[in-house]
């Protein structure tokens, strides 16, 4: 009967993968029709390392995150043959991925595979989402990053399956620490999770837990040493984006505090109106449809008083980085925290299904939310392509690079650093081309 389980775990984790890659790697060559910003200056940064006598494997990217993921985009596109599809083919597989272990962390929270299958596809068509793990910027791995944590704090509590679960904490520590900046509250919000939930109910993994933080520590210590010996180059961005720059920095707070509950908490479309939104997500709907939003705040209830582990994950990931920084709510911010959004209302839909089957409907209830989830999927990527491909959108990406144009850039700005120049960004190349 285990075997059985097993295999269909397996099964839908494959399908959910090919699924989401198939939805990602469609036409991924031309749509969207312009790279952005983002995604050019990763390139950018990747032929500066390439060809300058410095390079460092513990460096920082334009933006100040480690430079991993510069390698990582890099690499990808060199491999593709400076394709757009190279350029986005890591953002396609990582998030695919996510969704696949998505599928698998829902199946061991709820012990429903259809219900887990249906709500991975759900998080896979978000448009937010969606968005992020078509383009070229490097924001979307975390998601992974953070999925893979989430499994093994599942995993914690079962002594058969405790070095799985410590490997893949330590896997998704590591790696969010490396990734984008919103992955360094991971590594935060393990410590202070496990020290306030999971060590008092698992005192005799203390020695194992300290054993995994030195573990972490020996593998992002080089990182981390550079950080703070460039610290200006590390945390500049930070700063660009930070609300202490501005005199009024605590009316900013309270504003943020607001408009960040007011819009992850209860999905508010309007708090997401800001400029940089318009790049990230269509702003006719909220970023999770309002639909969902009675099952999440079930979750939200659930998740507090049986599972609070997770419960301080999602804070501390997810909220910090947005109340102290300028533009907030922003999309950009937040993707990396979806699988923990899609966490809740799973949670919040076996909740209700639970209740339902003590009237004996569970039948009705399980075709009805596949008909209704089947039209939200179907919404949803009808929602991303048609706000992905109009002008409006291309516009609000701008500055950015035409997807014909990438070959003549890329090669215009790798002579430029072959030379010993600085490079230029996509500003300079838009006044560049038009003359």
């Known amino acids: 009967m285990a075997k059985k389980i097993n295999l269909k ?24 029709a ?31 995150a480690p430079a991993l993921n510069t390698y990582i985009i890099g690499l990808a596109w060199e491999l593709y043959y400076r394709t757009v599809t190279g350029l986005r083919l890591p953002m396609v597989i990582l998030s695919s991925l996510t969704v696949s272990f998505a599928f698998i962390y829902f ?8 219900l887990s299958f249906i709500v991975s596809l759900l998080l896979a068509t978000n448009p937010l989402f969606l968005n992020f793990s078509r383009d070229g910027w490097e924001n979307i791995f975390n998601s992974l990053y953070l999925t893979l944590i989430l499994i093994g704090y599942y995993l914690f509590s079962n002594k058969k399956y405790l070095h799985q679960a410590i490997s893949l904490i330590i896997i998704g520590v590591i790696l969010g620490f490396y990734g984008y900046h919103p992955g360094k509250f991971y590594l935060l919000a393990v410590l202070i999770s496990m020290l306030i939930i999971k060590l008092p109910q698992n005192i005799s993994r203390l020695k194992l837990f300290l054993i995994t933080m030195i573990i972490v520590v020996i593998f992002i210590g080089p990182q981390l040493i550079f950080m703070v010996t460039q610290s200006l180059k590390s945390f500049g961005r930070i700063y660009a984006v930070s609300i ?12 943020n505090i607001i408009n960040n509950i007011r819009g992850f908490i209860f999905f508010d479309i309007d708090v997401f109106q800001g400029y940089l ?9 909220s970023f999770i449809n309002i639909v969902l939003l009675p099952f999440y705040l079930i979750g939200l209830g659930y ?21 102290f920084s300028l533009g907030s709510p922003d999309g950009a911010r937040a993707v990396h925290s979806l699988p923990l959004f899609f966490t809740f209302i799973i949670l919040g839909i076996n909740f209700f299904i639970n209740l339902i089957q003590q009237k004996n409907l569970s039948r009705l209830i399980y075709i009805i939310i596949t008909v209704c989830f089947s039209f939200l999927i179907w919404f949803n990527i009808k929602t991303y392509f048609n706000w992905i491909t109009n002008e409006r959108t291309l516009k609000a990406r701008r ?32 006044k560049m081309i038009k003359k």
Do not use: M
């Open 107 to 114: 199946y061991l929270l709820t012990k429903k595979i259809w």
């Open 303 to 323: 998740a507090l008083i049986k599972i609070p582990e997770i419960i301080i994950i999602f804070i501390i990931i997810l909220f910090p980085v947005q109340i």
């Open 244 to 255: 202490f720059q501005s005199s009024e920095w605590l009316s900013i707070l309270i504003k």
């Open 277 to 285: 939104n318009q790049r990230y997500l269509p702003l006719t709907t």
């Open 9 to 32: 775990i397996l099964i839908g984790a494959l399908i959910t993968f090919f699924i989401s890659f198939f939805l990602r790697i469609y036409r991924i060559n031309v749509i969207p």
């Open 399 to 430: 500055p950015a690079i035409k997807n014909e144009d990438i070959f003549l850039w890329s090669s215009s700005l790798e002579s430029v650093i072959k030379k010993g120049g600085f490079g230029f960004n996509v500003g300079e190349w838009e």
């Open 34 to 64: 312009n790279i952005n910003p983002d995604a050019c200056d990763a390139i950018w940064t990747y032929l500066r390392f390439k060809h300058r006598s410095d390079f460092y494997l513990f460096d920082l990217n334009w933006n100040g």
